[in-house]
């Protein structure tokens, strides 16, 4: 299937092109100043602005295979290609901070002489500039566009500035004082090399796995539902995210227990549309009943918001409906990740409010906090 074209997918792509061609021409520059000069970290930071030229040119492949439409096989899109994307441009990082060691030691351990000139200088001041507005400009454009890769590339543009500035040092101190400091700048300059590519690995890998969204996105979701009148909370809300621009997520609102199926089906009707249009996430709403009339139902659930506020790791209750007819209750409680005994903690709350409500069967429902927990 051809791939959908969309202004995110062409400004991405061209600023790629962009950063392609600053990095062969600031490759060209610093290999023929390192060369002439005899300097392993010059070279080694021309060589680092290949790979770098060569991330763009991965963005580019992986930004126009993330815009293919859905398919059968594939039916929540490709947009997750991006995340794969951006890990093999950390991993490119990484083995360039690896080889650059390698070379580093070598070079301490058998040193040559180097030949600095003014034209060398010259030329290291200019990457430095040069890649600090590359740099910025890849983070800006990754901020706004949502773009891992980009970000990435912003983010190892700017170290770069930082490996071009030591190899400055080194050549100045070699001007001046004659210190051979070209191994050691080396492979201090790999040790960078290799943490960032190690940092923007983690990062990306966490997208793979599946991340908990991020908090301003969920609050303001949750902001946005309970500012319908009908709803007097909204619980249980769940984003996956199948690319930098693809949000699938589910959520219970609390309702009274008195609506009609109707008068439901049209509120999730507004809803739905609504919440894509403004935060761009395709939500499928579920439904919680709260008791509106019964006094009994209400003393039930005072108390057992009352106890559950005495155990530290219960982060929310939400969902509860009584039965007085039946004698049932019901209710969910948000456990802290820390807690390592959640039975010992449900069968705790369950004695207590069975011993309070002795004619009532309580049914409680441990949930996962998978975004950011708001007191009812």
């Known amino acids: 299937m051809a791939a959908k074209r969309s202004p995110r997918t062409d400004e991405i792509v061209k600023v790629s092109w962009r950063g392609i061609f600053a990095n062969l021409l600031l490759s060209a520059f610093k290999a023929a100043a390192g060369l002439v000069a005899n300097s392993i970290s010059v070279v080694l930071d021309a060589v680092n602005n290949l790979s770098d030229a060569m991330s763009s040119v991965i963005t580019i492949i992986g930004t126009k295979l993330a815009g293919k439409a859905a398919d059968r096989k594939h039916p929540y899109g490709h947009g997750r290609i991006e995340y794969i994307t951006a890990s093999i441009i950390s991993i490119i990082v990484l083995l360039a901070g690896i080889t650059s060691l390698r070379e580093s030691v070598d070079k301490i351990l058998h040193p040559e002489e180097t030949n600095y000139s003014a034209v060398t200088l010259i030329v290291l001041i200019a ?23 980009l970000t990435a590339s912003g983010e190892d543009a700017l170290m770069d500035s930082v490996i071009s500035f030591s190899a400055l040092i080194g050549a100045v101190l070699n001007l001046t004082l004659g210190w051979k400091l070209e191994g050691i700048l080396g492979a201090l300059i790999s040790v960078f090399i290799i943490k960032a590519g190690i940092e923007l690995l ?30 007097h909370g909204a619980y249980d809300l769940i984003l996956h995210s199948y690319g930098p621009e693809e949000w699938f997520g589910s959520v219970h609102v609390e309702l009274d227990d008195n609506m ?36 009994s139902a209400k003393a039930i659930k005072q108390a057992a918001k009352t106890l559950t506020e005495e155990y530290p790791q219960i982060m929310q209750m939400h969902g509860f409906y009584a039965d007085t007819g039946t004698k049932a209750v019901s209710f969910d ?29 309580f049914h409680i429902n441990v949930d996962r906090d998978f975004s950011e927990s708001q007191d009812e």
């Not at 990457?127 to 773009?147: C, P």
């Not at 109707?262 to 709403?285: C, H, N, S, W």
């Not at 709350?349 to 069975?354: A, G, I, N, Q, V």
């Open 333 to 361: 409680i948000i456990l802290s990740f820390e807690e390592q005994d959640p039975a010992s903690t449900v069968n705790a709350l369950r004695e207590r409010l069975s011993a309070e409500f002795p004619d009532y069967q």
């Open 260 to 295: 009609t199926v109707r008068e439901m089906d049209a509120l999730t009707r507004r809803i739905v549309p609504q919440i894509y249009m403004e935060f761009g996430v395709i939500l499928t709403v579920g439904v919680y009943a709260e008791n509106t009339s019964d006094e």
């Open 202 to 231: 983690r990062e990306t890998v966490d997208h793979i796995i599946g991340s908990r969204a991020e908090s301003e996105l969920t609050n303001n979701i949750k902001e946005r539902l309970n500012a319908y009148p009908e709803i």
């Open 127 to 149: 990457s430095i500039g040069a890649k600090l507005l590359l740099g910025q400009y890849f983070k800006k454009k990754g901020k706004e566009l949502h773009s891992g890769s």
